[in-house]
């Protein structure tokens, strides 16, 4: 089946650096989903792009797809404590089922 | 406070157990899901429902059994389970089940199976 590969699977930074985490899959994707898990929550929906080269900006955070729609990435800008959490990628091509990658857990030290 | 509400949040039960976790939204959607979250593992879907109809079931074993009454309630009966299904069980909702929209997931039901 699809699968979505990201990386890293961890990352720890200090409070203002920034942070990225890649989502790359080997088969075009129709639309890819972002989420974050806070410790010991749930996930929360964060955006989704659909379109070839989109880009999207919540606050801090820059969210790309990929020219070819293979790819994506996650971008904080300066991070918080608050950004703190797992952040996953979701995807699916054509009439497969929304598949999640495995997760880049943040750890923020202040 | 989240449109998807799951009970218990935690579960301890033994392997001849039988014990159900249940899930409800109040979002008005018409798809639900049941997602498992293992340490250092993606997320697995299990189970997908649409207007109350099943549409998938991911190769999941027997000892989980779904059901789902109407859109707004879903419920997993678990029975005989292994050490291994100890898990965060993730319930969740959408519009409907095209993959185009945003889930909405409840809190989870922590399980551990002794």
């Known amino acids: 089946g699809q699968q979505v590969m990201q990386i890293p699977q961890y990352q720890h930074v200090q409070e203002g650096e920034d942070f990225t985490t890649y989502c790359n899959s080997s088969t075009t994707l129709s639309n890819i989903q972002w989420y974050k898990q806070r410790p010991g929550g749930h996930p929360v929906f964060l955006i989704q792009?659909?379109?070839?080269?989109e880009v999207k900006k919540q606050k801090r955070l820059t969210f790309q797809f990929g020219e070819a729609k293979k790819n994506s990435s996650l971008h904080i800008t300066a991070t918080q404590t608050t950004d703190v959490g797992t952040y996953f990628c979701a995807a699916n091509s054509g009439y497969s089922t929304l598949t999640f990658g495995k997760g880049t857990m943040l750890l923020v030290s202040p | 406070e989240t449109g998807v509400t799951q009970t218990p949040r935690h579960l301890v039960m033994g392997m001849t157990n039988k014990k159900s976790l249940k899930c409800e939204q109040h979002l008005g959607h018409n798809a639900m899901y049941w997602y498992k979250q293992s340490a250092k593992k993606p997320l697995e879907l299990m189970f997908v429902y649409n207007f109350k109809e099943q549409t998938e079931n991911n190769s999941v074993p027997s000892r989980f059994s779904p059901e789902c009454p109407n859109s707004s309630h879903l419920f997993l009966h678990l029975h005989t389970l292994q050490p291994e299904d100890s898990a965060l069980y993730l319930c969740?909702?959408?519009?409907?089940?095209?993959?185009?929209?945003?889930?909405?997931f409840g809190e989870g039901s922590r399980l551990t199976v002794l």
């Open positions: 969740a909702s959408s519009q409907d089940s095209s993959n185009t929209g945003e889930l909405f």
């Open positions: 792009l659909v379109k070839s080269g």
